[in-house]
């Protein structure tokens, strides 16, 4: 043991997992709760993870010594055939991806496109929302929210046929190894469910890109798109001096990984609007008294925004209790000391922003939804790492300003007409997914508002 570090204390896992097989993220959070803010490791048999929860032991691993810290082993294993090597990897490829994304994710770009984003988010609600007819609520926000970011970022690369293949594959493809999630010890090797399915998504995506690929390298050589802005011909221009297979599967990966960024998160996130303002109906009513007051009965634009600081609060909360990106291991690469304990090269670290965001060391009553937490000033005094729903570091989600600008265009949109009319008789909890999801089949049903 290094001078210095503490001994470890190992937390009982499996037994938890057994009694919350149907929701596995409560055997989680009995684990950080036992914790107390410790670094622990989980005991799953043959696998051992450190439990990653305190903010003081997230930055460690996210930001100080954050390169002894990769996106290897548990959860990036399993997804790697979806997620490629690009931005969503680590090392050389990941840096590369970053520099040729990141001026996409700006705040100055995504503002550019704001006005843009909120004519296309009306037109879609006008387009795919039937008032007084039940609806699938994860189909129906993808339904707004994959188009309007097609259209903003790909032109008419992406059709609306593509869309309609893409957005399933994509649902499946972040469902499908859930149990691989829990299980990480089981050989990739050996069948599990979710495996074929899985198999099938990825071949449907890359049914979908690769032609868009090809298509967008056969543009550039004859010279059509060398002004083009949107992000295929962006990509290809950038990967110019990598030609073949290996530029293709390069474009592909910074494709799947840029579509990924900018609509799963924020598709899954506003997924959870709407059971939350059927459960807090006081909370809802000023969200509505907002939006009436402020939109009333124009379309949504930027220029209300500035004029709804509720709805931030709202959207803000929202991720504290759904962060989207729930899960985020890491693999230590040599070994390290983390809050006292002593931590060998090759361990897990199991980091989550959901576990973070419900200490009550850091944030009072955390279970209870209060979007109060987050007025004016709620920064001061509070630990920098006790919220961080997008990630941090390097690797922090380049897809925060743009769902920052999204969400309360969309949320404002559909309530600025409707009421939702949550079809539920138990309190909604996550599934076990890759991304922080409702149970399927949730549905509701958007009424005229004043006649809820």
């Not at 696998?47 to 100080?64: A, G, S």
């Not at 089981?186 to 890109?209: S, T, W, Y």
């Not at 506003?270 to 009513?285: E, K, N, Q, R």
């Not at 390290?336 to 361990?347: L, P, Y």
Request: hydrophobic content about 40%; some cysteine.
């Amino acid at each position: 043991m290094a001078t210095g570090a503490a001994p470890t204390r190992t937390v009982p896992f499996l037994t938890r997992l057994t009694k919350h097989h149907r929701i596995p993220v409560n055997a989680l959070e009995e684990a950080s709760v036992q914790a107390g803010g410790e670094l622990v490791r989980l005991h799953m048999g043959p696998f051992r993870p450190y439990l990653v929860t305190h903010p003081d032991h997230v930055q460690h691993v996210l930001t100080q010594n954050q390169t002894n810290f990769v996106r290897e082993g548990m959860f990036w294993d399993p997804l790697a055939p979806l997620l490629g090597e690009g931005i969503l990897s680590d090392g050389e490829t990941w840096a590369e991806s970053r520099r040729i994304l990141q001026p996409l994710f700006t705040a100055r770009y995504v503002n550019s496109l704001a006005e843009q984003m909120a004519v296309i988010i009306n037109e879609l609600i006008e387009e795919t929302i039937v008032p007084g007819r039940p609806m699938d609520i994860s189909r129906g926000v993808s339904a707004i929210v994959h188009p309007t970011i097609v259209r903003l970022f790909f032109g008419s690369k992406i059709s609306t046929a593509d869309i309609a293949r893409l957005v399933p594959a994509y649902d499946v493809a972040v469902t499908a190894k859930a149990v691989r999630l829990v299980m990480p010890f089981v050989p990739e090797g050996m069948p599990m469910p979710g495996d074929r399915a899985f198999r099938r998504a990825i071949k449907d995506i890359d049914a979908v890109v690769y032609p868009r690929i090809r298509e967008a390298r056969e543009r550039a050589r004859e010279g059509l798109d060398q002004d083009s802005t949107d992000v295929v011909a962006r990509l290809v221009s950038s990967r110019e001096d990598v030609p073949g297979e290996e530029g293709d599967r390069r474009i592909r990966d910074d494709l799947v990984a840029m579509h990924g960024a900018s609509t799963e998160t924020s598709a899954t996130a506003l997924t959870w609007v709407w059971p939350v303002l059927d459960a807090y109906p006081g909370i809802a009513a000023k969200v509505y008294e907002e939006i009436d007051r402020v939109v009333g009965g124009d379309p949504v634009s930027t220029s209300h925004l500035p004029h709804m600081p509720y709805l931030r609060m709202f959207v803000n909360e929202l991720l504290r209790l759904y962060p989207p990106g729930w899960i985020l291991p890491r693999k230590a690469v040599e070994a390290d000391v983390v809050g006292g304990v002593e931590v060998e090269a090759g361990s897990t670290m199991l980091l989550s922003p959901y576990l973070t965001h419900r200490m009550p060391d850091f944030w009072e009553s955390p279970t209870v939804f209060d979007p109060e937490r987050f007025a004016t000033g709620w920064e001061a005094g509070r630990h920098r790492y006790a919220y961080w729903p997008f990630g941090a570091g390097p690797h922090v989600c380049l897809g925060q300003h743009l769902f920052q600008m999204e969400a309360p265009l969309l949320i404002a949109g559909i309530l600025r007409k409707y009421r939702p009319v949550v079809h539920v008789d138990r309190p909604v909890t996550p599934r076990l997914a890759s991304s922080l999801r409702p149970p399927p089949g949730l549905t509701m049903t958007l009424v005229p508002a004043g006649r809820s």
